[in-house]
């Protein structure tokens, strides 16, 4: 098991490198792994990733008594901490997150929403 983690390193590297250095014979997969159908799943789970700790630490300190786990507990205290944290993050990319990646993007232009400008050369 000592050498797990460096191998798991490496395969990972091994995998990503030529998606980041834009190796030509991997471009269909680096296309589909950038594509915008991603990106609300990508902030969903990135939410279920910061607030998975904070309902996990929210039920052990509420917990009167320990709690003996057996597997079957174990299982569905897992269950129950997923479904709660991609609850949770859903609801809280309706009510906040969302509003307000509405309102930057109606009050302040970013460089890469840049209209084409036209130079005084192009208007002659």
Not at 104 to 110: E, G, I, M, N, Q
Request: some cysteine.
């Amino acid at each position: 098991m000592v050498v797990a983690r460096p191998l798991f390193a490496i395969g990972i590297s091994m995998f990503m490198m030529p998606i980041i250095l834009g190796n030509e014979h991997i471009k269909p997969l680096a296309t589909l792994m950038c594509h915008q159908q991603w990106l609300p799943f990508s902030r969903l789970v990135y939410g279920v990733f910061l607030s998975n700790v904070m309902i996990i630490k929210f039920r052990m300190y509420n917990a009167a008594n320990g709690t003996l786990l057996s597997l079957y507990d174990m299982l569905l205290f897992w269950f129950s901490f997923l479904a709660l944290s991609f609850t949770f993050s859903f609801f809280l990319y309706v009510i906040v997150e969302g509003p307000i990646a509405n309102m930057v993007d109606a009050f302040v232009k970013l460089p890469f929403n840049k209209q084409k400008t036209v130079s005084s050369k192009d208007r002659m």
